[in-house]
């Protein structure tokens, strides 16, 4: 028991924060700092004051365990069919908003390359992972690129403060939509009322939940044994990178058929508090001494909404889509699953269960942008040297 009581505490931590997050009395504080950040803080914190040995083993194996079990859960019951049928413009729209981020990213970093270490084209696909994508993806690529933890405590940063502040002008944005959308020359979207990913989750028995589980252990465990054989190269450069990236794979290809996804409707319920104990595991590990790069990562950030909103503008008029959409579409990159379906509220009803399944579809591919965007910053560094 002695070697497993940090593991403990840091599911104490979570479990307390989720408890809180439930209170309504606290709603508005975990509205702008997230759960994610909470859960990576509280452990960072307490490593600090030597309540918790930095250096134990254990965290990596909770890591190390965790995050593909976690990543299948998560995935398995994604439908990316549903996704596909909500028409082209907003398919559009939301591909413009990636694709802004994947270019985005590694070139700010590389504008500001000679302020950031030699291994910031990591940094630059973790945080495009996070924002065409989410917190899974964050953490997928994170471990797939080994990411150095200086670097991703800095990230963490400046996702929770780039993603909200950007929230909140897309809110303010609303009682402005009737001239912007003049100026995008918008024509109105077929808005179908679709059920939610939650609402059909809730439909599930106890059995949807205990058969998504036994599904994602079998891949997780599944994984791990390929990854064993593979070979590493500069881009995966360990068994736990490829582990990852397998689960991911899988979990997508198993969410495909039917049986499979509808048998795992329930399994998020526990791949969330999965997710956030590996961020915590890897939050004890870190140290506020990894903070001195935050501002330039902070720019870093700044930069890439700035060209992001930009190219969405640009889009939205060209493809005439309605300032409510280009929000929501928006949203679902830099936000995801949790702010998106807010944001799309605000404009209409309507574009709630949209902007969730958006957002749902984009963490189905965040990895690979992820991954994309990592070896275009790593080219463009390349041409510096």
């Given amino acids: ?27 508005g504080i975990f509205r ?25 083993p254990i965290f990596q194996t909770v890591i190390d365990t965790m995050l593909p079990f976690a990543l299948a859960l998560l995935l398995l019951s994604v439908e990316l069919r ?30 500001l390359r000679a302020g950031l270490p030699d291994e910031a084209w990591k940094g630059a696909g973790t945080l495009a992972a996070t924002w065409t994508g989410g917190s899974m993806n964050l953490l997928a690529v994170r471990t797939i690129l080994d990411t150095p933890q200086d670097i991703f405590t800095s990230l963490i940063i400046v996702d929770a403060l780039v993603a909200y502040s950007w929230m909140v ?17 918008a024509t109105p979207l077929s ?14 028995s106890r059995w949807n939940w205990v058969g998504g589980t036994a599904l994602a252990v079998l891949l997780t465990v599944g994984s791990q044994q390929i990854a064993s054989v593979l070979p590493t190269n500069t881009l995966i450069s360990s068994r736990r990178g490829w582990a990852v990236l397998l689960v991911t794979t899988l979990a997508l290809g198993g969410s495909l058929i039917r049986p499979i996804r509808e048998r795992s409707r329930r399994a998020p319920e526990l791949g969330y508090p999965c997710l956030y104990l590996v961020l915590a595991a890897m939050g004890a590990q870190a140290s506020f001494l990894a903070l ?28 005439r889509v309605p300032l409510a959409m280009v929000a929501t579409a928006s949203q679902a990159n830099l936000g995801g699953v949790a702010s998106t379906p807010i944001v799309g509220a605000v404009y209409d009803q309507r574009l709630a269960p949209v902007g969730l399944l958006l957002a749902v ?24 040297l």
């Fill in 191 to 204: 808005l179908a009322v679709v059920a939610s990913p939650s609402d059909r989750r809730e439909q599930g």
């Fill in 82 to 111: 549903a996704v596909l049928r909500m028409g082209w413009r907003a398919l559009g729209i939301t591909a413009v908003g990636s694709a802004s981020i994947v270019v985005g990213v590694p070139l700010v970093v590389w504008l």
């Fill in 32 to 56: 702008w700092l997230p759960i994610p950040l909470w859960c990576y803080a509280l452990p960072m914190v307490a490593s600090s004051l030597g309540w918790l040995p930095r250096d134990h």
């Fill in 169 to 185: 002008l897309l809110m303010g944005l609303a009682s402005l939509h009737t001239p912007i959308d003049r100026w995008l020359r």
């Fill in 292 to 319: 001195r790069a935050s501002p330039l990562w902070i720019v870093v950030g700044f930069g890439v909404a700035f060209v992001h909103g930009f190219t969405m503008l640009v889009a939205g008029r060209l493809l």
């Fill in 361 to 384: 579809g984009l963490n189905a591919v965040g990895t690979y942008l992820g991954l994309i965007a990592a070896n275009l910053a790593r080219w463009l560094m390349s041409l510096s």
């Fill in 1 to 27: 028991m002695s070697g497993w009581w940090p593991a403990v505490v840091l599911t104490g931590l979570v479990a307390a924060v989720l408890c809180l997050e439930r209170q309504a009395a606290l709603a």
